[in-house]
């Protein structure tokens, strides 16, 4: 790979949230202080929307990262389920022990229980729900049914919800209604301006090691921002790819070539190219790349 060539310890670019990466700039710090003061008022229901790559699972482990224990949380990263599903997942999650064939009615009073017992320890209950768009709607009324447990003065369970716009347009139905006015706080993550491609390119390149002059040059950046729109999960599929392609084309940073050539070989990207370079062969490098017989596998 890559790493010695650019004196790096790891790779800058993957596509797990990995929180060390973390990006504490825009959209991303913006929505995790949103989250962190709606936390603590202590009710209701909080959002945070985005659209696909821009990063709410990263900021989801963020803040599960930055909750003291203070907090008991419940995390459940694919909430497909029925309502019976539902209701196991967050018991399992604050370590409630059932048997499957139990009844509803008894394992709601388990959850009940279980959620005074936390309370009167002083600990706030936060469940934290990722792709919440493809909740079933029966299922996101048993969320909403569950939020009805509460002492006089403080909710027993707090939601936090992330998923995609369409779970903003599932949530304007009339049939919602109820629940959308239990949202009290809500965000919607933004793709990158220009300038904060820049921040963002930089702050993975050193997390990993990188030290040194600017790697990615004026162009390549202008044209990563064009083609990734600013989602930052484009952003790092354009960047390992470039990468690949300056390594292989044996040079010392990553130039505007490199980035056309890196998105010639990228879905769902922005195409439009400069036009000196209409008749560039933009995969050069990744050739060259990929007849040293090296390959890099990644998940979407």
Known sequence: MYLQHFGLTELPFTLTPDTDFF?????????????????????????????????????????????????????????????TALRMALAEELGIEFARNIGQHRLLKLITDRLVELHRTGKQIVLLLDEAQAMPDDSLEALRLLTNLETEKRKLLQVVLFGQPELDIRLAQARMRQLKQRIVFSYRLSPFDRDAVVHYVNHRLQIAGYRGQALFTDGAVKHLHRSSRGIPRLINLLCHKALMAAYGSGVANVKETHVV????????????????????????????????????????
């Open 23 to 83: 990006f504490n700039q825009g959209s991303h710090q913006d929505a995790l202080n949103v989250l962190l003061v709606a936390l603590q008022g202590g009710e209701g229901f909080i959002k945070v929307t985005g659209e696909v790559g821009t990063g709410k699972t990263l900021v989801c482990r963020q803040l599960l990262n930055l909750l003291d224990d203070r907090y008991v949380t419940a995390y459940i990263p694919n909430p497909f389920l029925n309502p």
């Open 261 to 300: 050539a890196a998105a010639r070989d990228t879905e769902d990207v922005s195409r439009r190219r400069p036009r000196w370079l209409a008749f560039a062969s933009g995969l050069a490098g990744l050739i060259a790349f990929a007849s040293a017989g090296l390959l890099y596998a990644y998940t979407v």
